[in-house]
Structures are given as C-alpha cells and as structure tokens.
Nanobody, 125 residues
C-alpha cells in the first residue's frame, strides 16, 4: 500500500507557474506508475499526465502538452508536475495517483489504485 500527499498548489495569475509535488510513503515507490488528474467544480475528473515506473516514459493530455512536465525522483519517493503558462481553465483540484502496473499513462482514473487528497490550483485572468 502507498499513501500519497500533494503539495505546491496555490493562486497565480494567468501566464504564471507552479510546481506540484506528490510525496509517497513506503519503500516500493518505484513499483508504481504515477499520474496527475484534476477536477474542476461541476466537471468530471480529467487526466493530466502520467509517468512510468522508471520515469523513462511520460505522456500528457493534449491541453497541457508543451506547458506541463511530469517527472519523478524515485530516491525521494516523489513525483512532480511543473506547470508553466498557466491558464484560467487550468483551475482545479489536482490529485496524484498510483498504480502498480508497467504503464506510462491511463486516462481512465479507475485504473489507478491509490490517490492523494489533492491540492488546489487557482489561475486568475
């Protein structure tokens, strides 16, 4: 089992940047593919980015490609989401998720077994 705790959210103006972190408990972090999802009020949960267990493979949803970067440090049991050129439509609760599979990314949140509580990102125009 793994526990996930996100941090780094906040309020920024459009065009700004934020770096989210997701710290995982346990000694088997490198056994999990990781992903970031987001959910805005009144909207369905949306996949954002995913990264393989080793970190060698990443993938993104189309709306964030070229602006967001997912990475991980298995020695620190942490996955990151660097968000640049933020837009008001990026406003959402961002959550990290983990699954013990050899995948890069699944847009289906039901594939992921473990979830953090989320960190709020608010982008003003």
């Amino acid at each position: 089992q793994v526990q996930l705790v996100e941090s780094g959210g906040g309020s920024v103006q459009a065009g700004g940047s934020l770096r989210l972190s997701c710290a995982a408990s346990g000694r088997t972090f490198s056994s999990y593919a990781m992903a970031w999802f987001r959910q805005a009020p009144g909207k369905e949960r949306e996949s954002v980015a995913g990264i393989s267990k080793s970190g060698s493979s990443t993938d993104y949803t189309g709306s964030v490609k070229g602006r967001f970067t997912i990475s991980r440090d298995n020695a620190k049991n942490t996955v990151y989401l660097q968000m640049n050129s933020l837009k008001p439509e990026d406003t959402a609760l961002y959550s990290c998720a983990a699954v013990p599979l050899d995948i890069t990314y699944s847009s289906d949140y039901k594939q992921y077994r473990y979830w953090g509580q989320g960190t709020q990102v608010t982008v003003s125009s």
